[in-house]
């Protein structure tokens, strides 16, 4: 995507009813919701594997990996609420299809998680619906009021802080669980893009405060995400 200058309308000189979302746009919103918490989700990429390395866990091993799979898969489900709040938020058409091209990746990861849990013996969280409602009002009220390059910088922190998370995975993983560290892997570098591709369209750095929050609410997330 190629670099754009801030727009100059605020969203405080608009009408209400500009800010509101359309009902066609409310239904797909639903049904995106209703996707990524409730049904199984179909990845349009490969699941990453090393077949000459197969996994071989023992009991509490497996326990493990799961734990940490379903951190993860709970992190892809906030991620389908940020992009389809910040695809929904915006008027710039380009942006959007990036933020739609970006969401369908994150989809593979949502597939691969929930694949790599049921493989493992594992449940998905039981407030996965409570993580996307508070991601997507987070996604939605930065690309409302704050405007696309607030929008885009907050996508760019997001990903800087779970390429990290998905890092310190790779060393929590067992070294026989090689199904999981290769979907990881690979959700580390997709990650690790779709922060640069965001920087690159304009995304402003946030202060530190802001930043600092966002960790301690990721923290929240992922130490209730391993148990529940």
Not at 12 to 18: A, H, V
Request: hydrophobic share 40%; charged share 25%.
């Amino acid at each position: 995507m190629q670099r754009r200058e801030p727009s100059s309308s605020s969203p405080f000189s608009r009408p209400i009813s500009s800010l509101l979302p359309s009902v066609d746009q409310t239904l797909r919103v639903a049904d995106t919701a209703l996707r990524a918490i409730f049904t199984k989700p179909h990845a349009s990429r490969t699941c990453p594997t090393v077949p000459e390395l197969p996994s071989e866990l023992t009991v509490p091993e497996k326990r493990h990996s799961a734990a940490l799979m379903r951190v993860n898969h709970v992190g892809e489900v906030c991620a389908q609420a940020l992009y389809t709040a910040q695809a929904l938020a915006t008027d710039d058409a380009e942006l959007r299809k990036h933020l739609q091209h970006a969401a369908q990746e994150e989809t593979d990861h949502l597939a691969w998680t929930r694949q790599r849990l049921d493989e493992l013996g594992g449940h998905t969280s039981l407030l996965n619906p409570l993580w996307y409602a508070g991601a997507f009002g987070l996604g939605l009220v930065a690309g409302k009021i704050g405007g696309d390059r607030l929008s885009l910088g907050f996508v760019v922190e997001t990903e800087r802080q779970v390429e990290a998370h998905l890092e310190s995975h790779l060393d929590r993983l067992p070294e026989g669980d090689h199904a999981s560290r290769a979907i990881v892997a690979q959700m580390k570098d997709d990650e690790a893009r779709h922060a640069e591709q965001a920087k690159q369209a304009g995304g402003v750095e946030l202060p530190k405060p802001v930043k600092a929050l966002m960790r301690a609410a990721a923290k929240v997330m992922t130490t209730t995400a391993h148990y529940v």
